[in-house]
């Protein structure tokens, strides 16, 4: 493992199998009476969130906390950055109270990576800007993972990721995540929401690109629908949102078009009746809260991992 | 957790150990009259086949299933912070839970006593069993914590730049255990 988890590029498929085994492990702590473990004792890891997160930072949260870690959260909006203070000063600031970890979410691509150069503790990104979400690409891939039959099963599967791509963070991460796990990725836009230059990257990155997605549905094992982010777009991309679910949306009909029992994944939070149906998000095949639970697990592991270990790390 | 020896003296051999074994086994019967509020807890990783054998020899003996189980204690180390984290291996629990129960922990070789500390605040989080009790293999002494084994199949005075290799069939092809001499091992 890295000292840092930056990007997906920072782990390699061992390092996914390490942290998956581990997230395993820390699933069934959240099954005990007693969802606390020892790992973390006496270290602190605080949550900087320049923009807004209710899953995310609580699941940070809770996983810091089940394993005995002391969080604080701190959020941008009501503290000295509002004031005009620069990133540099307030991520000093912060983290010379005697922080062991840095959990960050930044509007801005690259900012966990900036931040990461000038603090000796591991940095995780929980999220910045357009570029890089790593720990819910690995929570998406632990579950579909464990859904579609343990270790090693998603070998061979043809996974779609339908919707916003190019404001996803999640899809830049999750494209690089099931590759290493050996699966292949069909991305499926309108042309307006597919990100400049696709074609040259999915031909380095191997994936495919689709924009009819009643035609991929068919020969999916599963599907990942990714949540239209009206507050990145400046408006323009599509017509109307009536417009977007008829050619985008996992609707009732489409879900009939889906392979029996083939997982539906939403990183959430959903726009029930724009890109997803409430059928299709209800649907016994649908893994949204499961997604949540492990969410939890996999940021214990990611915590562990990079925070337990050896002091001079 | 002692690694595969390949070197070094065989002081217990397949058959030593499998009758080390028995005689724990019915040792643990002895001190529970019955076998049906216990429950034993191979520690990880040698300590679970351990427990495995010893619970098919004591429903050899009773005639009904024994409960058993794994535990693992890597979150549990007082020494995580000295190492480079290591994924954790697999606790399995018996669907009837360990409170109330007389438990065994069982483990491979008792050494420093650390492991076994572990284990007691692991089982703290998991319930709170009426005894807890520790049966081991190999006691190879140099304590450093105030604990002791209650079944000990082998007592094995050791130097402290000795090594003790236990191998199993489950987990390493072989049962035996060596005394491996570490080659510019400080006292």
Known sequence: MTRHLLSIDDVSADDI?????????????????????????????????????????????????????DVINLSAKGSSASKGESLR??????????????????????????????????VVNAGDGMHEHPTQALLDCYTLQRQLGGPGSLEGKRIAIV??????????????????????????????????????????????????????????????????????????????????????????????????????????????????????????????????????????????????????? | MAEPAIDGRVVLDARDISRALTRISHEILERNRDAEDLVLLGLHTRGVPLARRIAARIEAAEGHEVA????????????????????????????????????????????????VRAALDALADYGRPAVVRLAVLVDRGHRQLPIRADHVGKNLPTARSERVGLRLEETDGIDEVRIVELEGASA
């Open chain 1, 163 to 313: 919707g916003d791509l190019t404001h996803s963070r999640v899809f830049r991460s999750n494209v690089k995540a099931l590759g290493k796990l050996g699966a292949s990725v069909v991305a499926v836009a309108p042309p307006t929401l597919m990100p400049a230059g696709i074609a040259e990257w999915a031909k380095a990155d191997g994936f495919a690109t689709s924009y009819d997605l009643d035609a991929v549905l068919p020969e999916v094992d599963a599907v990942m629908m990714l949540r239209v982010q009206r507050e990145r777009m400046s408006g323009g991309y599509f017509p109307t949102s009536r417009e977007y679910t008829v050619g985008y949306g996992l609707t009732r009909p489409r879900l009939g078009l889906l392979r029996d029992g083939a997982p539906i994944l939403h990183p959430g939070p959903m726009n029930r009746g724009l890109e997803i149906s409430p059928e299709a998000a209800d649907a016994a095949s649908s893994r949204i809260l499961d997604q949540v639970s492990a969410g939890v697990a996999i940021r214990m592991s990611v915590l562990y991992h990079l925070l337990a270990g050896e002091e001079s790390a």
């Open chain 1, 17 to 69: 199998a390490k942290l998956f085994a581990t997230a395993a492990e820390m699933h069934d702590v959240q099954k005990r009476e007693v969802k606390k473990l020892p790992a973390l004792r006496g270290r602190t890891v605080i949550n900087l969130f320049f923009e807004d997160s209710t899953r995310t930072r609580s699941s940070f949260e809770i996983a810091g906390k089940w394993l005995s870690a």
């Open chain 1, 89 to 122: 000063d307030t991520v000093l600031t912060v983290t010379a109270m005697g922080v062991d970890g840095l959990v960050m979410r930044h509007s801005a691509s690259g900012a966990a990576h900036q931040v990461a150069g000038w603090l000796d503790i591991p």
């Open chain 2, 68 to 115: 058993c189980g794994a535990l693992d204690v890597t979150m549990y180390r007082d020494d995580l912070r000295t190492h480079p984290t290591r994924a954790p291996h697999h606790t399995v629990i018996p669907p009837g839970g360990i409170s109330g129960k007389t438990l065994v922990l069982v483990d491979d070789v008792l050494f420093s006593g650390r492991t």
